[in-house]
């Protein structure tokens, strides 16, 4: 392991630091995710479990650090599982592969560095159907928290697996995945972002999706000074489908509310479907920052590409800064890409309250229907109703 | 593109054609003239001497320099989806005249026969009264109502500017920009650098350094402009650098509609054309813009070809003002090209539609910025762009919403359609919206035109391709048919061909 640290380490030289200057951080600043002192950010003790009703295998990182005693018994048919530290011998080439990999064309030089500094992380190799969800739960004890994780999964040809990424790891946090989705694998991965107000998060996912495969991959996130969640997604196999969602809900009253997603998906291989839904809410000078491209390469005929980017303000004081780029090289191809901004629609309030709701409620009503088609990309219903639950106690939360 | 290739579903076969024929360029002959140049390279002195030959007052030729010295400093852009050999700035001409220019003419009758046999044989007649003779109107318009006045620029000089006195009658100033310096210098002084700044980007500063010539165009207060103004920019000289400037003011109340054309001979090897081009547009004004970009665009192997860096922008000053620019973009081997509209008084307009066709070997990158800086104000961007053979065609656009833009609104529509699978079609728009009470679309798709207009069409049982069709050719229309001579025909033409196809 030592090898691919100094490796990334030597990517991370080569590359510099991330500045405001580069084209993909016009809209957020990298400075305290590159700091040498972590800003500080008070934990959030009271956090109510989600997903606590479901049968799942918990694994627990602590201000970035694995949990033994808080966590299950890491034995799951079908699923291997083991620390950073202990890699097996198949995850010795592969940890940091597509992390490396997904360099080009733009650099991403957090990713080098949590490659090359990762405090810990887990290494899952799934050969089957998991007959649980596997759950990564980050908990944040110090205010002054830095965890570096870095995980990668492995789905064999077939294998099926639901991960659940909960909790925030740190007062900042640096979290890559790398995924690597075999032939006719499915990977779902849910990942309700944590509740401490003035954490600090970059994350990326670099996954490689092979033929017939399906990746989808949903994000909520409610809380957060400063969320920085990239995903590079390769489609390298032919008739695979890659969905990527999300659902930022953000109040600046809190405290700074800046969310930036910042998705790449390339499509390499024939007859492949890809979909990008990404909604904010925004209020009380909370910015959302959307970067998203779809590029089919030559000979990625058959592309079935969507994107919708949507931000709804509360009010005059916040941002929505988007950049949905198309770069195509294919002729046979369908993709499309839309991105609106706006307040709530006054008609549609109107009528709700012409028929009795009480103005907060109808805001409420409409925040959640303005959210509906990114709730819409999680497959499994009862995910979708605690992540419901969760959007719906944000909005008793912050109303007025 | 392969003669016998299979076309795709949804792309009807006379698109494809019309479009593989756009590859024989009708304008690709020089003129035999003997020109005078300056120096080859770049330096002080060069800037000295194109501000001598012009007769430039000590003010100008030290906004240049300054302009010169920035330049210097500052490095050629690279973000553009573009890929060209480096050009060496100091392998070309800046200056280039018609020796038969070098006593000014005093009317258009003394001008040398073979520079206006050249814009005959370009389909510009620079005669007055027979400008349109030959030449249909569309619709049956009878051709003396659809006159054009016409500022000729050959090289570096403007050869002529015609019906200056009709326009003078009205109030009108339509002259070349070197005589508008030495006669007008109150509102060059004003208005100059003053949208476009000086060092406002690489290929700008360049501009402002060593423009040559140009159109300038004056609309006094409250007035129509009585016709049509044009600038008609010929390449003709080799290895030649050509840095037109532009200045447009529309004052409070006053409208205009220009019209710019542009050409090249076929040479091998690629020349450098940077332009500048200002508007300022004053309360209740309006200006209409429309360029038919048909430089030599190389040939199907990628072969010499003008590599156009263009910097275009108005600035809607006043309340109400209006500003619509339409390219249809066929020519030049590199297109980098954004006409811009800056939306600072309340309730000003901004319109831009585009066309970039993009064959063989040319590279097109080239969108539009609305600045959204007054409330209420207004923009719509619809682009449709054409791939064909190994082409690269970029849509790069940015709307921006600043705070005290209360209520405002922009809709933007980008289409692309690649014809062969050797080509690409990339969209980059930048969207930043910084008040909640505006609404900001953006799409790339051809389903949702306009609904409401859609749907009446289909309630009429019109077939979505030519309802679409119906709805981006009525608010296109008026600005092509408004093109002068053939470039209305060909335009249109472009135009049907852009949407044939692209829906669904």
Known sequence: ?400 | MNGDQEVRDGVDRETVDAVRNMGSYKYGWATDIETDYAPKGLNEDIVRLISSKNGEPEWMLEWRLTAYRRWVEMVEPSWAMLNYPVIDYQDQFYYAKPKSMTQKPQSLDEVDPKLLATYAKLGIPLKEQMLLAGVEGAEGVAADARRVAVDAVFDSVSVGTTFKKELAKAGVIFCSISDAIREHPELVKKYLGSVVPQSDNFFATLNSAVFSDGSFVYIPPGTKCPMELSTYFRINAENTGQFERTLIIADKGAYVSYLEGCTAPKRDIAQLHAAVVEIVILEDAEVKYSTVQNWYPGDENGLGGIYNFVTKRADCRGDRAKVMWTQVETGSAITWKYPSCILRGNESQGEFYSIAIANNYQQADTGTKMIHLGRDTRSRIVSKGISAGHAQNTYRGQVSMHPRAKNSRNYTQCDSLLIGDKCGAHTVPYIEVKNHSSRVEHEATTSKVDDDQLFYCRARGIGEEAAVALVVNGFCKDVLQALPMEFAMEAQALVAISLEGSVG
């Open chain 1, 1 to 400: 392991m030592q090898a691919v640290r100094t490796a990334a380490a030597a990517r991370l030289a080569e590359m510099g630091w991330p500045t405001r200057r580069d084209e993909y951080w016009r809209w957020t600043d990298p400075a305290t995710f590159a700091a040498e002192e972590v800003p500080e950010s008070e934990a959030f003790r009271v956090e109510r479990p989600i997903f606590s009703g479901m049968d799942k295998l918990r694994l627990v990182f602590t201000d970035g650090v694995f949990d033994a005693a808080a966590s299950d018994d890491a034995a799951l048919a079908g699923v291997e599982i083991s620390r950073l530290a202990n890699a097996p011998k198949w995850a010795v080439d592969a940890v940091g592969s597509l992390e490396a990999a997904g360099q080009k064309p733009v650099r991403r030089p957090l990713a080098a560095l949590n490659t090359a500094r990762a405090t810990d992380g887990i290494l899952v190799r799934v050969t089957g159907r998991a007959t649980k969800p596997l759950h990564i739960s980050y908990r944040q004890s110090s205010n002054t928290s830095d965890a570096i994780l870095h995980h990668y999964i492995k789905l064999e040809p077939g294998a099926e697996l639901t991960l659940l990424e909960t909790g925030t790891a740190g007062a900042r946090a640096n979290l890559v995945m790398e995924v690597d989705v075999g032939e006719g694998a499915r990977f779902h991965h849910i990942r309700p972002q944590g509740r401490s107000v003035g954490h600090r998060v970059v994350s990326a996912i670099f996954a490689r999706v092979g033929a017939q495969a399906v990746f989808k991959s949903f994000t909520l996130s409610m809380n957060g000074r400063l969320t920085r969640n990239e995903a590079m997604i390769e489609i390298v196999g032919d008739n695979a489908v890659a969905h990527i969602a999300g659902a930022a809900l953000g109040d600046g009253a809190d405290d700074d509310f800046h969310h930036d997603d910042t998705v790449f998906i390339t499509h390499g291989a024939v007859g492949c479907e890809s979909r990008q839904v990404f909604k904010k809410v925004l209020r009380h000078g909370a910015v959302g920052v959307f970067q998203g491209k779809i590029l089919v390469r030559n000979g990625a005929q058959k592309t079935d590409g969507y994107q919708i980017s949507q931000a709804l303000m509360l009010d005059d004081s916040c941002q929505f800064l988007a950049k949905p780029e198309l770069e195509i090289y294919a002729d046979d191809v369908k993709c499309s890409h839309g991105s609106t901004t706006g307040a709530i629609d006054e008609t549609a309030l109107f009528y709700l309250r012409s028929r009795g709701v009480p103005r907060e409620e109808a805001v409420a009503l409409l925040v959640l229907s303005f959210l509906a088609d990114a709730i819409a990309e999680i497959d499994d219903e009862t995910i979708a109703a605690d992540i419901l639950a969760r959007l719906e106690e944000w909005l008793a939360r912050h109303r007025g």
